[in-house]
């Protein structure tokens, strides 16, 4: 006899055949959530990971004493990342460009980029600041005077460029003379002495004098720079130029779908890129008991700078939670970590911005590979923490106008660095002839530049991150206002047909006129 609860074949509530059907739909669901959270986070969880295994990694191999061949062999998976991530720069800073600047219109254009570039020079200000601040708080070149190049076993770096030809050789690469060779060589002025007589003695007289060079290194200022100015001549073109625009979006698009495949990759090469440089350091305990306040010092301020100043401009402008934005930035910010270039990091960057964050392709297309090569909130930080302590290491006091000059060449000279690990060092050596001290302890810096380089590079493309969730807002917020605009302007439109109707209706001249007309057949009928 069945039971009341299964009437044709159907469990009825309260049931315990319901329960068991509830109870599994309900690990269905809890199993469907698990795997959806898997799916969405897989790349960041294996990232992370990543990084973690490449420091257990390294830590064994380390102990195994290996040569410098096997080193080389050991950090090749890594290498490859590098290339590939370096392989995709060129077409995606390019097309992304192109057809950012060809997407917008000249208006919104000149208002986004001059909201940018003001953005990307107080931001950097700022971390000027804090950078000198925390130098002359924290102090650390104080009491190492003994410390110098030849007591920690390193090579010295010499530059013995001038500041004027810096700035210069600035300008000279933001127009390449040659497109294709900015592809992969840059401008830079070198010296050579030429004769130019003979004193009273005999002896003859010789005169440094600036020749320009190429050096190896993509100029990646001079093909931003014509890139932005090219989409803006296409748009200029109008339906002339629309093939050439798609062009550029569908060679960008590609280019996109060969960095999602390249980011898989990514876990893998950042294992033994961290494990490798694990297996390459020296005496890592001689080197950070000796420049200890030193890279203490840079590391506090980048935590201050990219954890708390640029939250709160982001905060500022938007009225939104900045760690919310930033939480869905975890595998770009993994990849600045691992391979200390903000080039390498922009393709990630720009996948991760639009998709998680939902930020507009043609504001993160166009803000990002220019903050990647003009915005480095990590490395003014860092050069000013540094032109400091050498000037403390040196027993030299620096008076107001010095650190002015400090906080302004920072500033400047950080547009100019390029993406790429170990940047940063040259143009400290700028900030150091700017104020007239001395190049020689330039290798203290480089030492401890992979351990600081790290942070720096995260803060970097923070700042390009929240640059660019800015722009997205404040275009957003233009967007609603043109709509409203257009409404009340149709609303005049409107009101003013209804009064030129009324006004034609109740015009004294157009009915004397109308019944002049009706009268005309009668008066020829008379006439008739």
Not at 130 to 153: C, D, M, R, Y
Request: charge should be negative.
């Amino acid at each position: 006899m069945e039971s009341k609860s299964e009437i044709n074949g159907h469990a009825m509530p309260g049931s315990a055949s319901t329960d068991r059907i509830l109870d599994k739909s309900g690990q269905k669901s809890c199993r469907e959530k698990l795997m959806e959270f898997l799916s969405k986070n897989l790349l960041v969880i294996m990232t992370v990971s990543g990084v973690l295994v490449g420091v257990g990694l390294g830590m064994m191999v380390r102990n195994m004493n290996l040569t410098k061949a096997q080193m080389t062999y050991f950090a090749f998976p890594g290498e490859m990342l590098l290339r590939m991530l370096k392989m995709i720069i060129l077409p995606l800073v390019v097309c992304s460009l192109v057809s950012g600047a060809a997407s917008l219109d000249t208006r919104s254009l000149g208002k986004l980029g001059g909201i940018a570039v003001a953005y990307f020079l107080v931001t950097t200000l700022i971390a000027s600041g804090i950078g000198v601040a925390l130098a002359f708080i924290i102090k650390p070149g104080v009491g190492a005077g003994a410390l110098n190049t030849n007591s920690l076993g390193l090579e010295s770096v010499s530059s013995d460029k001038e500041t004027a030809d810096s700035f210069l050789d600035l300008a000279r690469n933001l127009f390449p003379a040659n497109l294709v060779a900015a592809a992969f060589r840059s401008y830079a002025t070198d010296y050579k002495m030429v004769a130019v007589g003979n004193d009273t003695n005999g002896t003859t007289l010789y005169q440094k004098v600036p020749v320009g060079t190429e050096t190896d290194g993509m100029n990646i200022l001079g093909l931003v720079l014509f890139a932005m100015v090219f989409g803006v001549a296409l748009r200029k073109l109008g339906d002339e130029g629309e093939e050439l625009i798609r062009f550029f979006n569908a060679f960008n698009e590609a280019t996109m779908v060969l960095v999602s495949w390249i980011m898989w990759y990514i876990p893998f090469g950042i294992m033994f890129l961290v494990g490798s440089k694990i297996v390459e350091m020296e005496d890592v305990v001689l080197l950070v008991t000796s420049l200890g306040k030193y890279i203490f010092a840079s590391i506090l301020g980048h935590i201050i700078h990219g954890g708390i100043v640029l939250p709160l401009i982001y905060f500022g402008f938007t009225r939104k939670n900045p760690f919310s934005f930033l939480s869905g930035l975890i595998t770009p910010f993994t990849t600045a970590f691992a391979t200390c270039s903000s080039s390498a990091t922009l393709p990630s960057m720009i996948k991760c911005v639009e998709e998680n964050n939902g930020v507009d392709k043609r504001i993160s297309r166009f803000i990002l590979p220019i903050g990647a090569t003009v915005n480095m909130d990590g490395a003014a930080i860092f050069q000013c923490i540094a032109a400091v302590f050498i000037a403390q290491l040196n027993n030299a006091e620096l008076n107001a106008g010095q650190i002015f000059t400090i906080l302004v060449t920072a500033t400047a000279s950080s547009v100019g660095a390029a993406g790429i690990p170990a940047g940063g060092i040259i143009t400290i050596a700028i900030i150091l002839e700017a104020i007239g001290l001395p190049t020689n302890d330039l290798s203290l810096m480089l030492a401890v530049d992979w351990i600081v380089d790290r942070t720096t590079t995260v803060v970097n493309v923070e700042g390009d991150a929240l640059g660019a969730g800015i722009l997205h807002h404040i275009n957003q917020q233009e967007m609603k206002k043109q709509p409203e605009q257009q409404e009340e302007l149709a609303e005049v439109r409107v009101e003013a047909v209804a009064n030129v109707q009324a006004e034609e209706e109740t015009s004294p001249l157009v009915t004397h006129q109308a019944k002049a007309l009706a009268a005309m057949p009668e008066a020829i009928e008379s006439v008739l």
